[in-house]
């Protein structure tokens, strides 16, 4: 799987040439620098990944690469030189000649990429428009061809298809067929597989490497998640505010970051394999605003190291294959590590007093009943028959069918599960947005399904939700006072304005912004602020309970690990309960003490936060951890990966026995006398040996995280900064 | 930021020319009594006079001044728009509000929206002279009428978007009554189409009051309207072509210009 240097001997020999690339945005607001004097080469048949955070200019660069910014966007400098041609300088009609032919791209959403009302295969026979005339026969041949090198099952049988009829992962493959129809040097993906589920992003990463080893098609992988870089580049370029800021292989990006940009990404990247006592490192402020002319260093006002040099255009320095900018590792020395992470300050603390610390010692114990019982719940959805027979009986979606667990209090569990596994159907319905159809939701000893009025409004005290985009969840037309207010107000819980006032700007402190800013609406605020108003409006009613709905999802890493501490800290400091709900199973390893895993409705595995990680017991766990991409290129090249084929059965109308057994590598598909498997729906048991851990598998623990993943559990922050070269 | 973007939404330059050309006809009708020295009622033998100094654009059948009837017609198609559009609209938000809270209300408010939809100004028009007696009023409920489904059904889709986004969901969470999260939050986030479409009735009130003064259902006779000057005309079309054209134009004007300012506000409040 790793390929990191089969290409050495042609390494010298660059496809693709991009020499101080500048693209700007002229608005009615004024001139966005969105690509800033870029510079970097494309080797035949390597892996070039650009990675960086949103707004850093990667997308904007590859649009750049094939002439495609339009108005009021402008290539204003710089070179692109292909087949010895100027890209920049082509006209439309030499342009058609390369695009597709030479240059062709994949983009991150292949939902709206495909055209919905024509044929899959009349697609990608469109995209075929090679030099030498084809007929409809040889061109439905070869775009069989293409289905099948991308890994498409029956490709005859599905050209006749319409997109609707192909799942996310299929149409992304679609995709890079119609990419590949003309045999192109080099294939621009952007974000390929940031729209995918993490299995799924798993076969997807394969393709594009198996299309790279067997073609030679160099790949440039847009992504701003260090693990698909780490798993699939043999090169990386960071971006940061429109620049590229460091340039290198990516073993040794990754070993020996010289920019401190790449070395404060690295160390706000949540891992699945780090130890979960180290907090993650956010890189604290905001990327300069690119509308701003920016002077010196771009990363300067974050920056650690930053000193009076900075002020001036950090020189470029070139060192063996890399290259980077900064004035403090100009001299070829490494960075010296991060210092530690400071406390959000003395004035988050003061507000402990104000709220109910509830850290009962007998609730592990189990003497005290947990906070929240959840029992057999079920949620159900009516869904209108599609059949033209009026008389058709509806059918039932299953979101949520059968779920039992306990949350503890001052315990935070974690519920992961790729998209449609009802992880978010479940905690809408705890919060008493979706209607429970049968089961129990135990709140503090009272059945919260049964409530109604007076009750109801207790329960909302205790329970509250934090949400997965910040900026909608906020009324775009009301201040965020006023926000952070309105809870206070609605419930009693603040006697006239002036208390009202000070509990707003004592939720604000707690969660680290200026109470002075309470008069400023949403959208002045960045992504990471705007969730911080969310949590305090979830914290204003004194909960004991906070549900966070895939909460840093939609956020930037250095701003996913600014959110994630602090869900810690408060957690920590307030006794909060906490039921963290998400799909990237390495940030919410950080926060949870113990974690779900769903799968199809159902809870597939439970148990102890690290234990679930280090020794999965479920098959389908097992994938899931293996699917992850680790942000670190020695373990995910000496990892064993195993790969779910296939996609997630439609809950409308889940498999027998064991919903997992279509896709599990030791199911009924891959073994013999695995009859078990269809008949008998397991149920979730205890772990002999693995105190409190519970798995749903008649195999359970057959399938263990192999060789590399165990033995590489070191507290990589540490390390990772003191490598020398 | 509230406003910011209705702000923009008046500076766009086909806004602009809207809000001129509506300000400068409604000047006109505020300043009828100095601008004209005749009334609009006084008749004279002076019948179907050409354009001359004494009677700008000329004199009707019964020689009453056309500048006069024409100005003091606009006066009319103000009040109309006034009275009618905020009466409506009020009526269809608060109508669309609640059919967008109950499933059932909801069906029943939408099949009678429907129903009034099916019925055209005119025939609705008809149906209101036949109850209320002809005349202004009858004009301004009408104009109300024909207006309610619209915002009715404009609030209803713009609630239920509203409704589903996720401050809805969390402000539901924290214990917000529906009735507070209707006005505080739903409201306030709905009112861009709502302005849009007012902007677009205006153009409509002047229509429907010109077409049921043309049929001589609508301003009782002799009062000057924009409608009635424009029916009497048309029997005169052949001797005095110049009797048609100023009621014409200045309705055409009117409809025009609201008909901008609907499209500008339009582009800048709901084309984001």
């Known amino acids: 799987m790793t390929h990191l240097n089969a290409h050495a001997g042609t390494a010298a020999d660059p496809v693709l040439q991009v020499q101080g690339l500048s693209t700007r945005f002229h608005t009615g607001r004024g001139t966005v620098r969105a690509v800033e004097n870029v510079s970097f080469d494309v080797r035949r048949g390597e892996t070039l990944g650009l990675v960086g955070e949103s707004g850093s200019g990667k997308s904007v660069t590859a649009m750049s690469l094939l002439n495609l910014v339009r108005e009021p966007g402008n290539i204003e400098a710089g070179h692109i030189l292909f087949r010895g041609k100027d890209i920049v300088a082509l006209s439309n009609k030499e342009l058609r000649g390369i695009r ?100 799924v992003q798993a076969q997807i990463l394969d393709v594009l490497a198996d299309i790279n080893r067997q073609l030679g098609t160099a790949i440039i992988l847009i992504t701003h998640n260090l693990g698909v870089v780490a798993r699939s580049c043999d090169r990386v370029a960071v971006m940061y505010a429109g620049r590229i800021v460091e340039q290198a292989r990516t073993a040794d990006l990754f070993a020996d970051p010289r920019h401190p940009y790449t070395q404060a990404l690295l160390a706000a990247t949540p891992r699945l394999l780090a130890s979960r006592a180290h907090a993650l490192m956010p890189i604290e402020g905001q990327p300069p605003n690119l509308a701003d002319a920016i002077t010196g260093c771009a990363f300067a006002q974050r920056c650690h190291f930053a000193h009076a040099a900075c002020q001036e255009q950090p020189p470029t320095t070139q060192l063996d294959d890399r290259r980077f900018d900064c004035w403090k590792t100009a001299s070829g020395e490494p960075l010296p590590p991060l210092p530690r992470h400071r406390s959000q300050g003395p004035e988050a603390v003061a507000l402990v007093r104000a709220m109910p610390v509830a850290e009962d010692p007998q609730s592990r114990t189990g003497l005290v009943p947990p906070l929240l019982e959840v029992r057999d719940l079920v949620v159900r959805f009516n869904v209108p028959s599609t059949s033209l027979n009026p008389f058709a009986p509806g059918r039932h979606l299953h979101a949520v069918d059968g779920v039992s667990f306990t949350i503890d209090r001052a315990e935070t569990v974690g519920l992961v599960g790729e998209s449609g596994c009802g992880k978010s159907s479940l905690g809408k319905a705890l919060m008493g947005i979706n209607p429970v159809t049968t089961g129990q939701v135990v709140f503090d000893g009272k059945d919260v399904t049964q409530l109604s009025g007076e009750q109801r409004q207790w329960v909302r005290r205790q329970l509250q939700m934090v949400f997965q985009d910040p900026m909608s969840a906020l009324n775009p037309r009301m201040t965020i006072g006023d926000a952070l207010a309105e809870p206070l107000i609605v419930h009693g819980l603040c006697k006239g304005a002036a208390q009202v006032q000070a509990r707003v700007g004592e939720l604000m402190q707690l969660v680290g912004l200026d109470p002075a800013v309470a008069t400023r609406y949403p959208h002045e605020f960045s992504g990471g602020q705007r969730q911080r108003v969310v949590i305090a409006r979830g914290l204003a009613v004194n909960p004991k309970l906070l549900v966070c709905d895939e909460a840093v999802a939609a956020l930037d890493v250095s701003l996913q690990a600014q959110v994630i501490n602090l869900l810690k800290d408060l957690q920590a400091r307030l006794g909060l309960s906490m039921l963290f709900i998400g799909h990237d199973l390495a940030s919410v390893r950080y926060v949870s003490d113990r974690i779900l895993v769903m799968y199809l409705g159902q809870v597939v595995e439970e148990g102890p936060a690290e234990t679930l990680t280090l020794q999965p017991q479920h098959p389908y766990t097992v994938s899931l951890l293996s699917a992850v991409p680790e942000p670190d290129p020695v373990t995910e090249a000496s990892r064993q990966r195993i790969m779910l084929g296939g996609d997630l059965p439609s809950p409308l109308d889940p498999p027998s026995g064991c919903r997992f057994r279509t896709r599990c590598p030791v199911g009924p598909l891959h073994r013999e006398g695995r009859e078990r498997c269809v008949s008998e729906q397991p149920a979730l048991m205890p772990v002999a040996g693995s105190p409190g851990s519970k798995a749903a598998c008649h195999f359970a623990g057959e399938m263990t995280l192999a060789g590399a993943t165990a033995t590489r559990v070191i507290p990589l922050h540490e390390s990772k900064e003191l490598i020398p070269t | 930021m509230p406003d910011s973007a209705l702000r923009r939404g008046l500076r766009r330059p086909r806004t602009m020319i809207g809000l001129c050309i509506v300000a400068v006809c409604v000047l006109l009708g505020l300043l009828a009594p100095v601008l004209s020295p005749h009334s609009p009622m006084d008749q004279s033998f002076d019948a179907l006079q050409r354009l001359s100094l004494a009677h700008p654009l000329g004199t009707d059948e019964l020689g009453r001044d056309l500048l006069a009837r024409v100005l003091y017609g606009i006066r009319v198609d103000v009040v109309v728009a006034v009275f009618a559009i905020p009466l409506g609209a009020i009526a269809g938000c608060a109508l669309g509000m609640l059919s967008a809270n109950n499933r059932w209300y909801g069906t029943l408010l939408q099949r009678s929206f429907d129903l009034m939809l099916a019925f055209t100004a005119l025939v609705m028009g008809m149906l209101v002279a036949a109850l209320i007696g002809t005349g202004t009023p009858a004009v301004v409920v009408t104009v109300a009428l024909v207006n309610v489904p619209l915002f009715g059904r404009i609030t209803r889709s713009a609630v239920m978007t509203q409704l589903s986004r996720d401050y809805a969901v969390a402000a539901e969470v924290l214990g917000v009554s529906r009735g507070r999260l209707m006005l505080r939050h739903i409201l306030p986030n709905s009112v861009d189409a709502l302005i849009v479409q007012a902007a677009l009735s205006f153009s409509m009130a002047v229509f429907i009051e010109g077409a049921m003064s043309f049929v001589g259902i609508g301003v009782r006779p002799p009062n000057p309207s924009l409608g009635a000057t424009l029916k009497a005309s048309i029997n005169f079309l052949g001797q005095t072509p110049a009797y048609s054209i100023a009621p014409m134009v200045v309705v055409t004007l009117l409809v025009l210009g609201f008909t901008l300012i609907s499209d500008g506000l339009n582009q800048a409040l709901l084309k984001r």
């Open chain 1, 100 to 199: 597709g032919n030479g240059l062709s791209m994949v983009f991150q959403d292949p939902m709206s990429s495909l055209n919905p009302i024509m044929r899959i295969g009349d697609q990608i026979t469109e995209a075929i428009h090679g030099k030498e005339r084809t007929t409809a026969a040889q061109a439905r041949e070869r775009a069989v061809k293409l289905m099948k090198l991308v890994g498409i099952p029956d490709p005859a049988l599905r050209l006749a298809d319409y997109p609707h009829r192909f799942s996310g992962g299929m149409r992304q493959r679609v995709m890079i067929a119609m990419a590949l129809a003309n045999e192109p040097d080099v294939i621009v993906a952007d974000e390929p597989t940031t729209a995918l589920d993490v299995t």
